[in-house]
């Protein structure tokens, strides 16, 4: 039920649609009525739905979090670690995203997809997709 | 499991409670003990939980949103659709919210609702509700 | 599948973690795979994933978000209730997270803690965990 998969993402701040590896792994699972859990083992990183049919989507919401939690905006942690508004967003925009799954599919809009979000790349991230069956018959 | 309804919004941004609409599908279901999916399938609309006793509240929430991803705010998405704000709110708030399930009602707060944020309308929005019962006896 | 514990916050603004009390909870419950659900019945806090190994990051969340939702900041509700900066900021953040469980345990990443966050305390709050197991087999 549960499966992962690693990416590398390549920049600082980075949005990759992830919408393939999960359809493949739900497909696998066999499971044909449920939800789907996407989530990131991380505290800078972070997954959305949303659409990617125009990428420029992307780079919009990385510019809008990044206009409102600034990069070195006199953060505590930033003394520590300089990746304070790393964590702020991805504290904001959440680890997970949880999916119906119906006839074997995940239930998506025409525009939605599935991504994650990278703050303090580039690094090597997992995500965890879990299938979760629907038993009630 | 799976069921599905429509809602029409009214306007180009709203909120609208859509707590009566998922608790007559809960009871539909005669699930007692579990959780419920509220998703829906849109990149320009989203799911909140929280008080509209006062709906005040929302207007706020959204006046909010406003000011912190203004309209038109030189977005590359712009170009092409003109909804680049929509799109980074619902992303932000994210399509959907996860509720306990207990003797068969929904277990939220006394000062919880469960409403559709609406940021590109107005539009017809579907919304899909998840029952997952609890098997674990 | 369920069980609520309270927590008494100290702080206007506060975050708290509560992740041993959940993995207390899953522990307890003898699940080895599955989801878990952590929900606060309450609409204004939330629930974040996030690191905590340097708590200085919970106080960069709340001030980036008091910048961006300012306390006072001429809202509706503001009128009847004094809190609607704690509503705004709940609304965006989230009542609840939904964390794999794999081999009995929380798959949380290094860096990852589950803690509770306070907008409008200090007050007596409820949190609701539920274990939804796998039965996939």
């Known amino acids: 039920m549960h499966a992962r998969?690693?990416?590398m993402t390549s920049r600082h701040n980075e949005v990759r649609d992830i919408t393939s590896r999960v359809q493949e792994i739900l497909r696998g699972s066999g499971v044909k009525e449920g939800v789907c859990s996407v989530y990131v083992p991380h505290a800078t990183a972070a997954v959305i739905i949303n659409e990617n049919a125009d990428?420029?989507?992307n780079s919009d919401l990385l510019d809008a979090l990044t206009?409102?939690?600034p990069e070195h905006g006199g953060y505590l942690h930033d003394?520590?670690?300089g990746n304070a508004t790393a964590h702020i967003?991805?504290?904001i925009i959440g680890p997970s995203e949880i999916i119906p799954v119906s006839g074997g599919e995940?239930?998506?809009g025409a525009w939605q997809d599935v991504m994650l979000c990278e703050f303090d790349g580039?690094?090597?991230r997992q995500v965890i997709v879990t299938i979760i069956p629907d038993t009630h018959r």
């Open 79 to 81: 003394r520590i670690d």
């Open 122 to 124: 580039p690094r090597r």
């Open 106 to 108: 995940l239930a998506l």
């Open 67 to 69: 206009k409102a939690v």
């Open 89 to 91: 967003k991805a504290a």
């Open 5 to 7: 998969f690693e990416i």
């Open 55 to 57: 990428p420029n989507i």
